[in-house]
């Protein structure tokens, strides 16, 4: 997953040690289940396990409250430097990218992708506690009665399974909807900056409202509805299935006889115990897929590498003549119609002279503005600064 190769490329040792703390509180965990099965199940409520009990329950505590605020702070420091990265290489890309993306793509990933990327970070202790929990709980219930454990096992697998498949659904409707909050985010700049044209043309208005935002809107809703939908399945998939376990393992120990019933309250005890992270593990993996859309669509626009500095080479601060030969830019087409092409241009500008350019709208006037200023770059012909290629 792209959001946990990043982490390992920028945070490693902090991230492998906020697992080395959910080791240690998944072992705590099934220490206080072992706990409970020989001193107080077992051997009865003797009052004098009640102290170390309570004891291991305060340092289980501190150790899971730990390691979810060490993941927690790892995460808002990670999510800090992923916007400052992304504002950073927005202002490194060519201003040609830039408007070729436009504010409205943008804006949804200077919003919308953080913020999923952020959620999807500070779910990942819940994912990571729940799977360290299981694995050291199985463990646990296979040094008690390898029978059972096999049988549980398959049933949970069965669970998870089933709910793989209602969160790949989750994913693809998220992936639907995120292109939908790109088609919003331009429909509300439309709405923003063109409301003087719409508010004197009301039959545009009317067109705009009723064939461009409405069908974003609804095609937004549908998809974030299946969403949710998928992603409650999954979740109330799991939270019955793993009562349903408890159920197989009374069956396996009283009807069966394959242990005994303090064993079968021990694995009781433990499927319960496993309930809670499992859950939150199935409700977490949602928003990591969520960030994974965000991480593909950042990817999709193809921004300039991130650079640390604002170093700037420059080579010709002293020049003297600029000359243009036969430089042409043309735009690409626009839907329905035909890109518009400005050149070829030949031209030789002396420092210090005025030069008035004229031209009327849609002449090329800050195309060829941009072009000496270096915003666009020439797609045929060249522009040297004093007989050097610029």
């Known amino acids: 997953m792209e959001l946990l190769r ?27 289940i072992a706990f409970i099965n020989q001193r107080l199940i077992e051997a009865g409520s003797a009052l004098s396990a009640l102290p170390q009990f309570l004891g291991l329950l305060a340092l289980l505590l501190a150790v899971t409250l730990g390691t979810q605020l060490a993941l927690t702070l790892l ?31 943008l804006l949804a990933s200077l919003s919308s992708d953080v ?14 506690q729940g799977v360290v929990l299981t694995l050291a709980s199985v463990a646990y219930l296979a040094w ?33 909807v995120r292109e939908s909050e790109d088609r919003l985010y331009k429909d509300y700049q439309s709405a923003i900056e063109g409301r003087k044209e719409l508010a004197l043309n009301r039959d545009r208005a009317r067109r705009f409202f009723d064939e461009y935002y409405t069908d974003t809107a609804k095609a937004y809703r549908h998809h974030i509805i299946r ?24 069956f396996m120990a009283n009807v069966l006889g394959w242990a005994s019933p303090a064993v079968a309250a021990t694995f009781a005890l433990t499927l319960l115990f496993l309930r809670t992270p499992l859950i939150q593990a199935v409700g977490a993996w949602p928003t990591l897929i969520s960030a994974q859309v965000a991480f593909d669509k950042l990817a999709s ?11 700037v080479e420059d080579r010709f601060h002293d020049w003297q003549r600029l000359t243009l030969t036969n430089v042409v830019y043309r735009y690409a087409p626009s839907s ?26 849609g002449s090329g006037k800050s195309t060829l503005a941009r072009l000496l200023s270096g915003l666009y770059r020439p797609q045929s012909g060249e522009i040297s600064v004093d007989w050097q290629r610029a």
């Open 301 to 311: 626009l193809e921004l300039a590498e991130y650079q640390p500095g604002f170093d």
């Open 227 to 250: 969403a949710d939908t998928y992603h409650l399945s999954a979740n109330n998939w799991s939270n019955i299935m793993m009562l349903g376990a408890i159920g197989v393992v009374f």
């Open 75 to 105: 995460g808002h420091y990670f999510v800090f430097d992923l916007r400052s990265r992304l504002v950073k290489r927005i202002l490194d890309t060519d201003i040609e990218r830039l408007e070729q993306l436009g504010n409205a793509t």
């Open 6 to 32: 990043v982490v390992f490329r920028h945070y490693r040792w902090p991230f492998l040690g906020a697992l080395a703390l959910s080791l240690v509180s998944a072992g705590l965990g099934v220490g206080v």
């Open 115 to 128: 913020r999923n990327i952020t959620i999807g970070f500070v779910r990942l202790p819940e994912l990571v």
């Open 336 to 361: 329905g119609g035909e890109g518009f092409q400005v050149g070829p241009l030949n031209l030789t500008l002396i420092r210090g002279e005025q030069v008035f350019l004229i031209g009327g709208n």
């Open 144 to 176: 008690l009665s390898p029978q059972m454990v096999v049988i549980t096992v398959l049933w949970m697998a069965f669970t998870m399974g089933v709910g793989w498949v209602l969160v790949s659904k989750v994913y693809r409707h998220f992936h639907q």
